[in-house]
């Protein structure tokens, strides 16, 4: 046995046929205006805080100010922050990966400082010279570290 599905009731032919017009006024309401109301010529009243248009002679009258803007000089206001590409060739000499880093990082300093980012050059540099001391006191405490251990008999080179 089946149950029948729920029911939402009788259903009803058709809809109501709409009502012409406003619906009726409700008691304390004034009833609607009928049509539009035409629009209104001219400016609204002055008000307070605003500018408020002129007619041509008043306009022609105002003297006019250009400012004209020089574009950005291709020439940097200072000088160029170090990019430290010495340092980062010679720390290839004691650690070569690291080096890499420090060299691609003083290239890009260079690039920015070109292009006018100053900033970026900055912080570019820095990196650069980060990574080349990186590299080279890795280097040498890895030396360090390798004459230790062949001098001590840990390291047995043949």
């Known amino acids: 046995m089946t149950a029948a599905p729920p029911s939402y009731g009788q259903a009803m032919a058709g809809f109501a046929p709409p009502m012409p017009g406003y619906a009726p006024p409700m008691p304390g ?4 205006m009928p049509g539009y109301t035409p629009p209104m010529s001219g400016y609204a009243p002055p008000v307070s805080g605003f500018p408020q248009p002129q007619s041509e002679m008043t306009a022609a009258a105002n003297q006019v100010t ?4 020089q574009p950005p000089s291709p020439h940097p206001p200072g000088p160029q922050p170090p990019d430290y590409m010495m340092l980062s060739y010679i720390s290839c000499l004691f650690c070569p990966l690291l080096a890499l880093g420090a060299i691609q990082a ?27 001391i990186s ?4 280097g040498v405490f890895g030396a360090v570290v ?3 251990m062949f001098k001590m008999g840990m390291l047995n080179i043949q």
């Open 66 to 69: 250009v400012v004209a803007i």
């Open 29 to 32: 309401y004034a009833p609607p």
């Open 106 to 132: 003083s290239q890009r300093s260079r690039n920015s400082y070109q292009h006018g980012d100053y900033g970026k050059a900055f912080f570019n540099g820095r990196t650069a010279r980060f990574n080349a």
């Open 146 to 148: 390798l004459t230790v």
């Open 135 to 138: 590299a080279i006191v890795i």
